[in-house]
């Protein structure tokens, strides 16, 4: 019996389908944790763009303006402290937390 290329293909194609339609929740989430890990750098960058442009503002207004949970730009605003990109320039009243807050600009030294 001669099996040609073209059957190995279909087969492997057809289990390849056949396992993207049986992944289990595992599959599910750790693709998806690896999806938000590529878009993590864009975030980032999209982060520091509304920082440069309309700093000093708070990780509130951030998320308002880019339309993103809070806790998505909390943790991009650190990693870009980390990095000597953005400082802490001081702290504001938030009517809506009823909170004091700080705000974020970028930092002077550096030019981009």
Do not use: W
Not at 57 to 83: H, Y
């Amino acid at each position: 019996m001669n099996i040609t290329s073209n059957q190995v293909f279909n087969f492997f194609n057809y289990k390849r389908k056949h396992r993207m339609k049986n992944r289990s929740l595992t599959e599910i989430a750790r693709d998806e944790s690896y999806h938000a890990l590529m878009d993590k750098d864009t975030r980032k960058q999209a982060v520091c763009k509304v920082i440069k442009r309309h700093g000093p503002i708070s990780n509130r207004e951030i998320s308002i303006i880019l339309k993103l949970p809070i806790n998505s730009i909390t943790g991009r605003v650190k990693e870009l402290r980390g990095m000597g990109l953005v400082t802490i320039h001081g702290r504001i009243y938030d009517s809506l937390t009823d909170r004091r807050v700080t705000t974020f600009k970028v930092n002077d030294d550096i030019n981009f």
